[in-house]
């Protein structure tokens, strides 16, 4: 099955999506660090901050990518 292009609407959730997984990265490193300075266990809490935000963010690529699927083929 070709891929069929993508619009102006779909180029724009796609450069969203990498925003938003930028984002949720960056928030958990300075969360982690943050932790880290209170704690004394640098760099303990900063790789789970970036860890925890890798998942989220990840998680959040695959319901919009489960959402379109269900948006292109129909199904609520």
């Known amino acids: ?3 069929e292009p993508f619009g102006a609407q779909d180029q724009l959730e796609i450069a969203s999506l990498g925003t938003e997984f930028a984002l949720t990265e960056i928030i958990g490193a300075v ?3 943050w932790l880290d300075t209170k704690l004394g266990t640098l760099p303990w809490c900063l790789v789970g901050g970036v860890l925890v ?4 963010g990840l998680m959040r690529i695959v319901t919009v ?3 379109a699927n269900k948006k292109k083929h129909g199904r609520s």
Do not use: C, E, S, V
């Open 65 to 67: 990518a489960r959402n």
């Open 31 to 33: 969360a982690g660090y």
């Open 53 to 56: 935000g890798f998942a989220l």
């Open 1 to 3: 099955m070709p891929l």
